[in-house]
């Protein structure tokens, strides 16, 4: 099994910046990628950045491109999203996702609030 804890949420104005982390534990034998999912009050859960270990490449929501950056360590199984210049609608649940050993595991989430 795979868990997976995220932290560094918070409240924060807009313009301004939140590191969220995550790591992964357990018994992981086959490392795909890690990345950020997010879902906002009312809205359904959408893609933010991922991390791919076996290409060593990124992607990011268009939305995102220029303030985020998603980094990551995959010898410790963690990976952080830099947000700078925050706006109103980031606000949402983040969500860590890890693809490993041919599944897909979770962790709770972590609330980001941005005020206007």
């Known amino acids: 099994q795979v868990q997976v804890v995220e932290s560094g949420g918070g409240l924060v104005q807009a313009g301004g910046s939140l590191r969220l982390s995550c790591a992964a534990s357990?018994?992981?034998?086959?490392?795909?990628?890690m990345g950020w999912y997010r879902q906002g009050p009312g809205k359904e859960r959408e893609f933010v950045a991922r991390?791919?270990?076996?290409?060593?490449?990124?992607d990011y929501l268009d939305s995102v491109k220029g303030r985020f950056t998603i980094s990551g360590d995959n010898t410790k199984d963690t990976v952080y999203l830099q947000m700078n210049s925050l706006k109103p609608e980031d606000t949402a649940v983040y969500y860590c996702?890890?693809?490993?050993?041919?599944?897909?595991?979770w962790g709770q989430g972590t609330q980001v609030t941005v005020s206007s």
């Open positions: 996702h890890v693809r490993a050993n041919f599944h897909d595991y």
């Open positions: 357990g018994s992981i034998f086959s490392r795909y990628g």
């Open positions: 991390l791919n270990w076996t290409i060593g490449s990124t």
